[in-house]
């Protein structure tokens, strides 16, 4: 059942959205592949620091973070990947490793990989290691005002 909070925000923001139950999976390889979702259509949310501030990076499940382009992106004079120890508190309703990508609802600016406008839909994590949420991409990107980087 997804968590009351992520309800509420998607409930509360009207978004049309539908969940996806899979067994324990952790990596976002693996979690594509248990939900039967494409690795390119499957969001997965990379904590970073960006001269030492938390950030959530979202790129395809089949990518990698590119620290170098974020570095020239933000203009930033450092980029760097967050240890779960730095960020495991910022997610109080959540499986550690198992945050949506709504940074929002943490007070968190997200990043998005421009490579996730390829599909209409997105799936990302709900807070769970066997849940996701489905909804279309365009109504990610409404709710999420992220910031995009080309790839």
């Given at each position: 059942m997804l968590a009351t909070k992520l309800k509420k925000y998607l409930d509360d923001h009207h978004v049309k959205y539908i969940t996806i139950n899979h067994s324990p999976a952790y990596t976002a390889q693996e979690i594509?592949?248990?939900?039967?979702?494409?690795?390119?259509?499957?969001?997965?949310?990379?904590?970073?620091?960006?001269?030492?501030?938390?950030?959530?990076?979202?790129?395809?499940a089949n990518t990698h973070v590119d620290l170098n382009k974020l570095k020239e992106v933000t203009g930033a004079k450092s980029v760097?990947?967050?240890?779960?120890?730095?960020?495991?508190?910022?997610?109080?309703?959540?499986?550690?490793?198992?945050?949506?990508?709504?940074?929002?609802?943490?007070?968190?600016?997200?990043?998005?990989?421009?490579?996730?406008?390829?599909d209409e839909k997105i799936v990302f994590n709900a807070g769970t290691h066997t849940e996701l949420v489905k909804m279309k991409y365009k109504d990610f990107e409404n709710l999420v005002k992220p910031t995009m980087i080309d790839d």
């Open positions: 594509a592949a248990c939900a039967h979702v494409s690795g390119k259509e499957f969001a997965k949310t990379v904590m970073i620091k960006v001269d030492g501030e938390l950030k959530m990076m979202v790129e395809p760097e990947l967050a240890s779960e120890y730095e960020f495991q508190d910022k997610f109080p309703d959540c499986e550690l490793g198992a945050m949506p990508p709504l940074g929002e609802m943490y007070h968190l600016d997200v990043y998005v990989s421009n490579k996730l406008r390829d």
